[in-house]
Each structure stands twice: as C-alpha cells, then as structure tokens.
C-alpha cells in the first residue's frame, strides 16, 4: 500500500510542483490568497472533490470533500499558502498546499474498500491572523476523526508537537546628552536593552529542552532618540504545558527587565499588553506607557470603529470609523490606556 502511495503521488509531480513554483512566484497574505486558493481548488475541483470557499470566516478559506462510501472515518487534511508579509515564501507554505493535495488525491485514487470522507481544509492567513483559530470558533474542523497537515524541512519527518506562545513588547527609556560634552549625564537605553537580552542568554541554561526564547529589536531610532523596544517570544513544546507558559512566561519577562534596570541603573521599561481574536478585534493596553501617538496595523479586508478605553476615568472615546490596514492613531499620552478595534462590517 505505502509504495501504491507513493507511486500516486510520483504520478502528479509535475502539476504539484507546477503549482508550487507558481505560487511560490505570486506571494499572497493575510486572507487575500485569491490566486493560490483559485489554483489549489481548481485542482481539487479535477480530482472530484466538491469545494466549498469562504469557510470559517476567511474569503480565501475553502472545505473540500470526497466520500467513498458511507459511515467511515472523516480523514482532515490541512494546507496552508500564505507568504511571509514583505518576505515572500520562506517558509514553504508554497510547498504545503500543492502537497497536501498530492497526499489526499493519492490516497482518493489508492482503491481502498473500506468507506471513507476525505476533507482538505484550506487555512489562509497563517503566518499574521493564525486563521485555523478563528475557524474552529467558527465552526469547522469539528467533523474529523484525524487531522493531518505537512511542512517543509530538511528531511522527512513525523512531527508530533503542538506549540504554546506568549509575547511581549518592552521598551527601555533612557535620557539624552551629548556623546563628547557630557557623556557623563546620559543614560543610554540601548545598554539596557543589551543586558536584558545577556540575560536571557544566560537563562537558557536553566529551562527545560522544550522551551524556546526569541527576541528581536522592533525600533531602531538611531542616536537622536534614546528610547528602543524589543519584542521576546517564549515557547513551550506540549499543548498541556500552557499553563506553565503562562505560570513562567511573565515573571521570566519581568526579571530581565529587572536585570536591564538595576544592573544598568538609569533605565525603565513598560509592557504593551496586545492581543486579538480572529479579525475580530484588537486590543492594545499600555499601561504605563505614556504614548501621544502609535500605529494600529489592521487587515485591509474589513472596516473597523477604533476606541480609546480609559482605565483610570473608565470613559471609552471613539477614535476612528471605518479604519483598515495601517491607521495612525493620536493619543492622549497618560498612563492606563488602552486602544480596542472592533470589526463593523
């Protein structure tokens, strides 16, 4: 049976690959995969699977269907087709939907007797909205009995981990002077932010195999501004550890920022708390921070009202109707606020 398989999927190597090089050619993002959803369900389409596009909440989302007889188990196959936003395909998404389609269509024509429902699932907009969360709360997903997906690497594998995330976005303030005149009097954030990231360096050898620590400078203003922001990202390997995530994730975080502020003794950092479900809403809470203005980057797809919540007044403003993609905001620069965007359309 396996090399039955495997023959099969030989058979359609030139159209997958075909398919994956073109759309390897035209990247696409964030729910607008048009051409890469058109391309992989037309292929479905002529293999006999009867498609179904929008699923789930996302214009490019599509359920496709074959059933071989009745009363067998729902086999879920998932593909994924979007690119990185301003990268392009480094992730071999572009390799993922052509071969899940090669892996269902092989297993479509393998001549098994037993009944079977063969369901490819098309989930856009990975990489910036994680679309497959929003359409479980939509609905789909809740009629297979197994779900496979695939993903390019260096060689082949079976990969049995599901992944837990928390992030965080710190900034260090520090203070301005003159680099020769008076060294002495300024404070510069950017060595805090060198040894809060020697910090979590120096943790790695205290977690346990399966954690992953990442972080990255999001604002680099160059010498006249002497505020910089960092963006860290702690992962856990096993979907059972997220309550360990959640029990490590903030007073790890806070540590190095103690580390970043005592050590270097001038600097102080803040948390912007963000979150979103779906393209439903965002939410931005600054807490200590005292912004005038920030940017909100939202889908381009859909329309949303954009509200300042006031914490300390417990008032909430409405900023903008109608706002998509990136959208300017103007704030009112005091602590305990929070900017909350809710799709209207």
Wanted: charged share 25%; with cysteine; hydrophobic share 40%.
């Amino acid at each position: 049976m396996k090399e039955q398989l495997f023959g099969a999927v030989e058979a359609q190597r030139d159209n997958l690959t075909a398919m994956a090089d073109k759309i390897f050619d035209h990247p696409e993002y964030e729910g607008e995969e048009v051409m890469a959803s058109g391309l992989l369900t037309d292929y479905l389409k002529d293999n006999d699977f009867e498609v179904e596009m929008g699923v789930g909440g996302f214009k490019t989302a599509f359920r496709a269907v074959y059933e071989h007889g009745t009363g067998g188990p729902v086999i879920g196959i998932l593909c994924e087709y979007d690119a990185l936003k301003g990268l392009g395909h480094g992730c071999g998404h572009h390799m993922q939907g052509p071969s899940c389609l090669g892996a269902a269509i092989a297993l479509k024509n393998a001549g098994l007797k037993e009944p079977f429902k063969l369901v490819v699932y098309g989930t856009p907009a990975e990489e910036t909205l994680g679309s497959k969360c929003e359409m479980i709360k939509n609905g789909c997903f809740k009629e297979l009995d197994v779900a496979f997906m695939m993903h390019g690497a260096p060689n082949t594998c079976t990969d049995v981990k599901c992944l837990a995330q928390n992030s965080y976005t710190v900034t260090f303030k520090g203070k301005r002077a003159h680099a020769a005149l008076a060294p002495d009097k300024g404070k510069s954030a950017f060595d805090a932010l060198l040894v809060a990231f020697n910090g979590v360096e120096f943790l790695r050898e205290h977690v346990p195999d399966d954690v992953r620590m990442h972080y990255t400078v999001e604002e680099l203003p160059g010498p006249i501004e002497p505020v910089e922001s960092w963006i860290m990202k702690m992962t856990h390997v096993s979907d059972e550890e997220k309550e360990q995530l959640l029990q490590q994730g903030e007073p790890f975080v806070k540590a190095m920022l103690r580390m970043g502020d005592e050590l270097v003794d001038f600097c102080n950092s803040e948390f912007v708390y963000q979150g979103h479900c779906g393209q439903e809403a965002y939410l931005t809470f600054y807490d200590l921070r005292t912004c005038a203005e920030d940017v909100l980057e939202l889908p381009e797809a859909h329309k949303y009202r954009v509200e300042l919540i006031d914490t300390w007044d417990m008032t909430r403003t409405v900023l903008l109707e109608n706002a998509s993609g990136k959208t300017k905001l103007t704030l009112p620069g005091k602590e305990g606020t929070a900017v909350l965007a809710r799709k209207v359309d």
